[in-house]
Structure formats: C-alpha cells, structure tokens
C-alpha cells in the first residue's frame, strides 16, 4: 500500500555509529506497528525493532541497549539509530509495516547494507 526507502548505511568501524532512515510514499499514522529487519548472507531475516503507532517498542536481545526505533507520523519516517556497532550486526537492513497485529503481511523497503569491519 506504501512505497518504503531506506537510507543511510555504509561502512563503518566496530564500535562506531549508524543512523538509517525509512521514508514511506504515503500516511503511516495508521499503520499499527512499523520496523525494522535485517538479512546477513545464509541467515534468515530476523526483526531487530518495531514500534507500534502509540510509541511501544521492541528489540532483539542482540541489540537491546545499543539501538533505538522512532517514527514520525507527521513525516512518514522511521528511523534506526544504531550505536556501538559490532561485525555481527553486518546484514541488509529493511523497513517494514504491519498494519495490524493480525495482518500476516506488510510492505517492504528495497533494503540498506550495514557492514561493519575494521
């Protein structure tokens, strides 16, 4: 329903910062859950943080602490500020919707690569 674009990864090194931004075509004000997933080569895309339109959020254990969800609803973004990056966290990242927590399906971004390395 919504055309999704995400920027802002690239190469960085351990311990160093991101900061991804999703920008969708049209109004996520009533999308009940926004997100965002990522893909490393031979792994299954897993869900790393979502935020529900009343501000609830949720994180993997993986990156709890180090990354944090927002959205704005007046802008139609969504953004992933990732801290203290390690090798680990080097996959593509998506940005996706649920419009309901009983909607199986959702809309997807084209995808934004995070390679961290030294």
């Known amino acids: 329903q919504v055309q999704l674009v995400e920027s802002g990864g690239g190469l960085v090194q351990p311990g160093e910062s991101l900061r991804l931004s999703c920008a969708a075509s049209?109004?996520?004000?009533?999308?009940?859950?926004m997100g965002w997933y990522r893909q490393a080569p031979g792994k299954q895309r897993e869900l790393v943080a979502a935020?529900?339109?009343?501000?609830?959020?949720n994180y993997a254990d993986s990156v709890k602490g180090r990354f944090t969800i927002s959205r704005d609803n007046s802008k139609n973004t969504v953004d992933l500020q990732m801290n203290s990056l390690k090798p680990e966290d080097t996959a593509v990242y998506y940005c996706?919707?649920?419009?309901?927590?009983?909607?199986?399906?959702?809309?997807w971004g084209q995808g934004t690569q995070v390679t961290v390395s030294s």
């Open positions: 996706n919707t649920k419009r309901e927590p009983w909607i199986p399906g959702g809309d």
């Open positions: 049209g109004s996520i004000f009533g999308i009940y859950a």
């Open positions: 935020i529900t339109r009343d501000g609830s959020t």
